[in-house]
């Protein structure tokens, strides 16, 4: 695995709506693999080779959970609202990066100690809106000399690593394990098959950047590739996340509980099919909250058959995640025995 390219990934900032430090590195790399390259209006990033009526389409989304500023007191702290659906839980004291026109300044997301917290208090999650980011000035005046609006993105300040000898570790793994697939893929793109790095499918129930791709592409079949929650840690039980790292990618059979895609029951068969005889172990998902962006195409123009093909990940939705290098080469191994066989 190019641990390189998957670190600038993680690494790189695109906050929902702000998509444009990861669409960078996408058309970049792309066109390193000399693949044609079209950004529309909505900042989706469409790659293909060449393409005529129907393609096949295989769909990533670039952006990540994160923050925006809401409010600047009098005293210079900030206050927010989040982007996508985070864990409160998860937000408490972490660095964090403002994206300003000035550049990235770092903060710390603060709270009320608990040494000054009531018994009742330290016992329940506290609620974001009580949070606040510090980023070291004195009053308004000086946070917004420092560049930051209303309006501005945050993300958080975590740094890829690996873990172990086959694990990584990293934020956003939700979802540029994906766009590290399709640019793996690119490399020996057959012709009418189409690659698009999506935007804001994280601050949608079912994701916008591929509904509106899709919609001008008209695919015959759309893939999903993305994240699958990952349950095989502590305090999990198995029937509520029986999936789990280092048994080879998720098939998503179910999204949302049936309020996003249902998968086509002859796609799922052809993908199984495929996975035999390719020799890529899989695992089979059906799951009641979440879903991926094959949940905002399924059911566009008449119906379009839809699949998310996803990577077990633990934690996320947080500030870090935690994914199988095993697993992402599994997921592009039998990702490129499908595009050549549908």
């Known amino acids: 695995m190019d641990i390189k390219l998957m670190k600038r990934l993680s690494e790189a900032d695109g906050v929902s709506s702000q998509e444009d430090g990861i669409a960078k590195i996408m058309v970049e790399e792309f ?76 903060g710390v997301i603060g709270s009320r100690p608990p040494h000054i917290m009531k018994p009742e208090e330290r016992k329940t999650t506290i609620d974001y809106q009580s949070l606040f980011i510090d980023v070291g000035a004195s009053n308004e005046k000086e946070a917004l000399k420092m560049g930051i609006e209303v309006g501005d993105t945050v993300t958080f300040s975590t740094e890829f690593k690996e873990l172990g000898k086959k694990m990584m570790t990293g934020k956003a793994l939700d979802n540029r394990l994906g766009c590290y697939v399709l640019l793996q893929l690119a490399k020996e793109l057959p012709k009418n098959v189409i690659l698009i790095g999506t935007s804001q499918e994280e601050v949608s129930t079912f994701g916008k950047g591929a509904k509106i791709a899709s919609y ?127």
């Open 31 to 106: 066109k390193k693999r000399g693949l044609k390259i079209e950004v529309d209006n909505f900042g989706n990033v469409i790659a293909y080779k060449s393409i005529s009526k129907n393609p096949l389409v295989l769909g990533a989304h670039m952006d990540e959970i994160g923050l925006m500023v809401k409010h600047i007191d009098s005293k210079g702290f900030v206050r927010f609202m989040k982007i996508g659906g985070i864990d409160d839980r998860t937000l408490v004291n972490q660095q964090v990066l403002i994206r300003t026109k000035k550049g990235l300044i770092t």
């Open 216 to 342: 001008k592409l008209d695919p015959r079949t759309f893939i999903a590739v993305d994240t699958a929650v990952a349950g095989d840690h502590p305090e999990l039980k198995p029937h509520d996340a029986p999936v789990y790292l280092g048994k080879g990618p998720c098939i998503v059979l179910v999204e949302a509980g049936a309020r996003g895609n249902v998968a086509e029951k002859k796609l799922v068969k052809k993908i199984l099919d495929i996975a035999k005889k390719t020799k890529v172990p899989v695992q089979l998902e059906v799951i009641d909250g979440g879903a991926t962006d094959a949940a905002s195409v399924h059911n566009m123009k008449g119906g379009i058959p839809c699949i998310g093909i996803c990577i077990p990940t633990r934690y996320i939705h947080s500030t870090v995640g935690v994914a199988s290098s095993e697993d992402v080469e599994l997921d592009i191994k039998l990702l490129k025995k499908v595009i050549t066989s549908l």
